[in-house]
């Protein structure tokens, strides 16, 4: 059975940096194939993408945070941790962490962490 | 960016009705279209993978169609635990992208 879980302040200053660990158990972020990913939601809102680590360290960023995120993977803990630097208070919204596969080059989300709500406010 | 539209924005049915929600693309994105459900403070629950895979656990009342640019998520017949929440996803291109959701209400 796959898990995960989020950890991280739930608040933040403005022009902090946040950073988010998902630990995770079931899966070996060392097989071909797999990932995890990083999506946010504000509240009320839709889902937003954020990044996403590969088993081969190869990592990808949404282009509008591009310049502000940062994903790592430590396999050896079963963990990825994710940075944002500069927080604002738009940035406020529930961050969830989740495992991804692929087939025939279709990736999904499947299961996903249940989230950590974190809110920038002076 | 592909954009993924989902109509209608909101929705109300019946338990037992028939519900479409359609997802449209700004470009083909072939089958790399996932659906997701959310629950009020929960998180998003994979249904559909690849345009029209039934995710492992996921009742047989949901389906999903479509290639190219236009999907459909189908519920044939609606139970009171299936208000909620509903999300398509791209995979074809990066940044991944979701649709502004769906939300099923009951009439």
């Known amino acids: 059975q796959i898990t995960l879980k989020e950890s991280g302040p739930t608040l933040v200053k403005p022009t902090q940096t946040l950073t988010l660990t998902c630990t995770f158990s079931?899966?070996?972020?060392?097989?071909?194939?797999?990932?995890v990913g990083w999506i946010r939601q504000p509240p009320g809102k839709a889902l937003e993408w954020l990044a996403l680590?590969?088993?081969?360290?190869?990592?990808r960023y949404s282009p509008s945070l591009k310049s502000r995120l940062t994903i790592t993977k430590d396999t050896s803990k079963n963990q990825v941790v994710l940075t944002m630097t500069n927080m604002d208070p738009v940035d406020t919204a529930t961050y969830y962490c989740?495992?991804?596969?692929?087939?025939?080059?279709?990736?999904?989300?499947?299961?996903w962490g249940q989230g950590t709500l974190v809110t920038v406010s002076s | 960016d592909i954009q993924m539209t989902q109509s209608p924005s909101s929705l109300s049915a019946s338990v037992g009705d028939r519900v479409t929600i359609t997802c449209r693309a700004s470009?083909?994105?072939?089958?790399?279209l996932n659906w997701y459900q959310q629950k009020p403070g929960k998180a998003p629950r994979l249904l559909i993978y690849?345009?029209?895979s039934l995710q492992s656990g996921v009742p047989s009342r949901f389906s999903g169609s479509g290639s190219g640019t236009d999907f459909t998520l189908t519920i044939s017949s609606l139970q009171p635990e299936d208000f909620a929440t509903y999300y398509c996803?791209?995979?074809?291109?990066?940044?991944?992208?979701f649709g502004q959701g769906t939300r099923l209400e009951i009439k």
């Open positions: 690849a345009a029209s």
């Open positions: 996803q791209q995979s074809y291109n990066m940044p991944l992208t």
């Open positions: 989740a495992h991804s596969e692929k087939s025939s080059g279709s990736r999904w989300f499947d299961p």
């Open positions: 680590i590969y088993w081969d360290d190869d990592k």
């Open positions: 470009q083909s994105i072939s089958s790399y």
């Open positions: 079931g899966f070996s972020l060392s097989i071909s194939g797999v990932g």
